[in-house]
């Protein structure tokens, strides 16, 4: 199964403690959605972005078969042309824990197949074609 951008049921909403993660990043009110691969056990979801000269950078949290890893991610360049998008990707930070270290280039392609599935907005995108390149 591939990734697939959604709304989270209510069921995984639980599941996955959703709601605590939210109530870090201050988004409690919003119906929450992600990016998952339900087959393998694989979320990314988009937490925050930054503001004034950090407005191309987000945080995004990385559900990896049952830990949550945090992700800084930077926008280097993009294009969008009405449907169609191309943007690049720079990893600022991950906080990978050590026990997963040894993982970490299984990690990381997931991140890469997650990020392209993404889009440029998850469930709110409209783009039909859309291409992702990554500086990591």
Known sequence: MAFVNEYVPETDIKKYG???VDQCYGKS??????TIDRERDIYLRWMVSGEDEF???????F????ELIFA??????????????WVNWRLVIMNLPDELQEKKPEIVADLKDALTAYKDCG??????????????
């Open 18 to 20: 959703i709601e605590e």
């Open 29 to 34: 009110n919003m119906r929450p959605d992600w």
């Open 55 to 61: 407005r191309n950078q987000s945080d995004f949290t």
């Open 63 to 66: 559900y990896w078969k049952g």
């Open 72 to 85: 800084r991610l930077r926008v280097t360049n993009s294009k969008t042309l009405g449907t169609r998008a």
């Open 123 to 136: 469930v709110y995108s409209n783009l039909i074609e859309h291409t992702a390149t990554f500086e990591f």
